[in-house]
């Protein structure tokens, strides 16, 4: 009997440290795809908007004082054993009006062009669906399990 118990301590302590690492790569990988998509959604606001400019509405803005881009971050969360989730987005107030325009928008747009907004996040989360950044970044800390 003694022989049973001694190798199912060895099971046990080889079982968590397999859990362990799970959950780590697990927790890795959310951490690197909620960055990516950060990165994409600061990349899609390009150049540099002079005082004054129109933007072009139906696509992102331009950067015209940095707050918007600077603005956007990921809320990392654990919610249990190999379960993790991040938001990734802006934290600025008018950011939802910039991306959505329509009812989001400020009354000084009505009746304007820019109505349509100025799509940020939603260009970058099609980048990051459309170019398989999830499959890479799972694959590349999990590809063990």
Known sequence: MNAITTNLSLFKKDYEGVIRTLDYGVRLARDEMA???EQLAKHEIKGKRAK???ATAGEPPKNRTGNLRRSITSV?????FGMYSAEVG???K????VEEGGKSA???W???TAMRGFPYMKPAWDKFKANKIMEQIVHKHLDGF
């Open 106 to 108: 400020p009354s000084s």
């Open 90 to 92: 802006p934290t600025m």
């Open 110 to 112: 009505q009746g304007t």
């Open 94 to 97: 008018y950011s939802r009006a």
């Open 52 to 54: 004054g400019e129109k």
């Open 35 to 37: 960055h990516a998509l």
């Open 76 to 80: 990392k969360k654990r919610e249990g």
